[in-house]
């Protein structure tokens, strides 16, 4: 399959919008692991959309450093942005492996780590990382 960049970059934002709307809906029925998820998702697609700007993204929950690796690419007034972003993305990586497995070895299950206070903090920087990536694809398209 050959890379276009263009349908990346849309494929990437529309699978970020969709696990934000994902989240959302999974804080209002009090699924606080599945606010998380899909919070993490939505973030991790978020800076995927931004990368695919510039190089094909890799399959890694955490595309923080990859973000940093093409900073330099983007306008001057835009990178302060990619950074906050990289640093949401760095953040929520780790609630991949957490939402998926708990954590093993203190015998917690994903649902036992999760409350509304975490799903919410969660979800308002997926928040944020979704309007970084609209900024940014906003800016590089004109």
């Not at 409350?115 to 398209?141: F, H, P, V």
Request: net charge negative; proline share 5%; aromatic share 6%.
């Amino acid at each position: 399959m050959k890379f276009n960049p263009a349908n990346e970059v849309s494929y990437r934002a529309r699978l970020a919008a969709r696990y934000l709307e994902e989240a959302e809906d999974a804080l209002r029925r009090r699924d606080y692991r599945g606010a998380v998820a899909s919070s993490q998702l939505s973030t991790e697609n978020s800076a995927k959309a931004v990368i695919a700007l510039f190089s094909i993204p890799s399959w890694s929950h955490d595309p923080s450093h990859e973000l940093l690796e093409v900073l330099h690419m983007l306008p001057e007034n835009m990178r302060r942005l990619a950074e906050e972003l990289a640093e949401i993305a760095r953040q929520l990586a780790p609630e991949h492996g957490r939402t998926t497995y708990g954590e093993p070895v203190k015998r917690l299950t994903p649902w036992d780590i999760y409350d509304e206070e975490s799903a919410s903090e969660a979800l308002s920087k997926a928040t944020r990382a979704q309007e970084i990536m609209n900024m940014i694809l906003s800016k590089m398209r004109t």
